[in-house]
């Protein structure tokens, strides 16, 4: 494009840009320079939408024949840091959940590198890319318009039937739990962030967007000492600076409020009054005629308690929504399952397995767990025949591992429990993990509740399902998004190396390893404000006779990365040795990872093997990592190449009593009875 078309797209695009956002017609010119000259793949630019620090524009992507939203961001200054930091968040957020047609799809990211001029070996000018950031870009799939201003279309217009504003919030909950059945809390809803995208259904798919505030809650942290979001849809408890999870189901309140009742609310109906007499539970919008006999009122009014604690879950919620409206959905939830969408859903999942599943695996067909979408219909139809749930099961993960769904047991006064289910391969090793797991009862380690096996429904296959304690994510889930908040004390990362130390020291105790030790088989769970973590899957744990001290085996078993020495860097040929000690050198590389995560998370999968491979005297001799900490000084003791050389944990919980719920009287007394 010449230099005369940028221009006038500059002024075209320049005109409906308010005074308030960053991105004037100055860095705008900039932007299009750029994006010609790096980006070519990028054309007819079009204005979208602007906030206080992002300019959103409409362009084609010639290279992968789609219409986009490109987002961006200045990155030249110091202190655009954080807002590029939160985009960053925004877009890697967005890519976990791009399974969810409740959430804005997002493509890509890239910066636009600032450009400079020097001569080249002929003399001749020429245009070099530097080193430079000058915008920050996230490239989104295109919805032409938001809520809010779906909400002016209907109030101009017409407002819709009810059964569309059922769906509308419907889909809103869907999009809203897909974060939060991953305890992510998004802290910015309001109209302005859920957006509009074309539908063959409805005519209509309502998807969140602006994850840039979203936060993780985690065990340490239930609630966020700070306020992020829009004071209008604040809730009582953000007002004062602690914005939990709760706080975006108050904010989700006041915007189902105004969809139910757009021919009375306007824009500006949450004035102080409005505002103040929600937040004391007084009364609800007093001074307006509301339709508060609706099905929408009914999730609302529970949205709108004042005390977090009496708010109904995005899951509960949903649910709740889904059977008032009462009529089949014209599309698939991803969050929940539905008895009515089994046979979609199951076809759903399966393909997704299918789409992630290595090559190999796929050819070992006696290990495949979901991709037969008859035999995942009839497993899941079996769940909701089983009176022992309550008939609201919330997808947490699945894959060629299994499945883990949460609900509520009946018997168990409607607890909250995780569902593991996976194919029965080899009874004898879903025996020997059930085993394992009705001896281990501490906090220590993930809890059994119960088992029972799925067969005549899935026949000839069988499928086991573990009910098990629900925690709110794993260790390598914590890890990252603590490390990306950038609240991590040193403090903190010492009381989880204490009870990553603790709770394997416990199975110890039983003489029990776990062969399999790495941050995905530690889960955090919340106690309070305490931080808990607990040691979980068993299914490669072995349980040693009383006066055995190891187990010889030729086939390595577990993962290769947190792998000792005497079991990784023996030829195929040879035995591979686990014991208590082969298990205490993947705890040290557990803590070393905790310790140093930003320096060596990227590199683990080839710095862990290549140490073990090759003897040593020093651990990480060659990488700067954290070496006045107190968990240096655990790694010193269990990361030792000569398993002869290496301390037990045992020794170090012997050494530190008082930190160590394994070393105490009342454990030890459980021990004791153990081995009469």
Same mark, same amino acid.
């Given at each position: 494009m010449s230099k005369v078309s940028q221009s006038q797209l500059v002024n075209t695009i320049s005109q409906n840009i308010p005074k308030d956002c960053q991105i004037q017609k100055g860095s705008l010119?900039?932007?299009i320079k750029l994006m010609f000259? %790096?980006?070519k793949y990028f054309q007819n630019f079009e204005y979208l939408s602007s906030g206080a620090y992002a300019l959103v524009l409409r362009a084609n992507n010639t290279k992968a024949n789609r219409t986009v939203a490109l987002k961006f961001l200045i990155s030249t200054n110091k202190e655009d840091k954080n807002g590029i930091e939160s985009l960053k968040k925004e877009y890697e957020m967005l890519q976990k959940f791009s399974q969810s047609d409740f959430l804005v799809n997002v493509y890509d990211c890239f910066y636009l590198m600032e450009e400079d001029v020097e001569d080249d070996e002929n003399g001749f000018e020429k245009v070099v890319i530097t080193q430079e950031k000058s915008f920050f870009v996230m490239e989104m799939e295109l919805c032409?318009?938001?809520?809010? %201003?779906?909400? =002016?279309?209907?109030?101009n217009t017409q407002p819709p039937p009810n059964e569309i504003k059922e769906v509308i919030a419907i889909q809103m909950?869907?999009?809203?739990?897909?974060?939060?059945?991953?305890?992510?809390?998004?802290?910015?809803?309001?109209p302005h962030n859920y957006l509009v995208s074309p539908s063959q259904t409805y005519g209509f798919t309502i998807k969140l967007c602006d994850l840039g505030f979203a936060s993780t809650v985690t065990k340490s942290k239930s609630h966020y000492l700070s306020k992020k979001g829009t004071d209008a849809y604040f809730a009582p408890e953000v007002e004062k600076g602690q914005s939990r999870i709760q706080s975006d189901i108050f904010s989700l309140g006041l915007v189902l409020l105004e969809l139910d009742n757009l021919n009375v609310l306007n824009d500006n109906w949450i004035d102080l009054d409005t505002k103040a007499e929600i937040h004391k539970g007084?009364?609800?919008?007093?001074?307006?005629?509301?339709?508060?006999?609706?099905?929408?009122?009914?999730i609302a009014e529970i949205c709108l308690k004042p005390n977090y604690l009496e708010r109904k879950s995005s899951g509960d919620l949903l649910y709740e929504l889904i059977n008032l409206h009462g009529q089949p959905l014209k599309f698939i939830l991803r969050s929940m399952i539905l008895k009515e969408q089994i046979p979609q859903q199951s076809q759903y999942m399966a393909?997704?397995?299918l789409d992630n599943t290595d090559q190999k695996i796929k050819k070992k067909d006696t290990e495949k767990q979901f991709v037969n979408k008859e035999i995942l219909s009839k497993l899941l139809q079996s769940l909701f025949e089983n009176n022992k749930y309550v008939n609201n099961f919330q997808i947490l993960n699945f894959g060629s591992f299994g499945m883990v769904l949460s609900t509520k047991k009946v018997n168990l006064n409607n607890k909250e429990i995780a569902l593991k289910i996976q194919k029965i391969v080899n009874d004898q090793e879903i025996q020997n993990e059930i085993r394992i797991m009705q001896q281990l009862k501490t906090p220590l380690v993930v809890q059994l509740y119960d088992h029972y096996v799925i067969e005549k429904a899935t026949a000839p296959e069988k499928y086991v399902v573990f009910e098990l304690e629900k925690c709110s994510c794993s260790l390598q889930d914590y890890l990252e998004r603590q490390t990306k908040e950038g609240e991590f004390s040193d403090e903190q990362k010492l009381n989880i190396a204490l009870q990553i130390i603790d709770s394997v020291n416990y199975i110890h105790c039983f003489n029990i390893i776990h062969r399999d030790i790495k941050p995905e088989n530690f889960l955090v769970?919340?106690?309070?404000? %305490?931080?808990?973590?607990?040691?979980?899957?068993?299914?490669?744990?072995? %349980?040693?006779?009383?006066?055995?001290?190891q187990i010889e085996v030729q086939c390595m078993v577990g993962n290769m990365t947190y792998s000792a020495p005497e079991i990784i860097a023996k030829e195929d040929d040879q035995n591979k040795i686990y014991s208590k000690k082969s298990d205490s050198y993947s705890v040290g590389?557990?803590?070393?990872?905790? =310790?140093?995560?930003?320096?060596?998370?990227?590199?683990?999968?080839?710095?862990?093997?290549?140490?073990?491979f090759e003897q040593y005297n020093e651990p990480f001799q060659n990488i700067n990592i954290k070496r006045n900490t107190e968990i240096f000084e655990f790694i010193k003791l269990l990361v030792v190449w000569e398993r002869v050389n290496r301390a037990s944990l045992s020794t170090i919980v012997e050494q530190n009593t008082n930190q160590f719920k394994s070393n105490q009287n009342k454990m030890k007394s459980i021990l004791s009875k153990h081995y009469l």
């Open positions: 010119r900039d932007i000259s %790096q980006r032409k318009q938001n809520l809010k %201003q779906l909400f =002016d279309f209907f109030r909950l869907e999009g809203l739990n897909n974060l939060h059945v991953k305890n992510i809390m998004h802290r910015d809803i309001k007084k009364a609800i919008a007093s001074k307006y005629q509301i339709d508060r006999k609706s099905n929408i009122y009914k393909q997704i397995l769970c919340l106690d309070g404000n %305490q931080l808990e973590i607990k040691l979980c899957d068993f299914g490669l744990s072995v %349980q040693l006779g009383k006066d055995c001290e590389l557990l803590l070393s990872l905790l =310790d140093n995560y930003l320096i060596l998370n990227e590199i683990v999968g080839i710095t862990f093997p290549s140490m073990a």
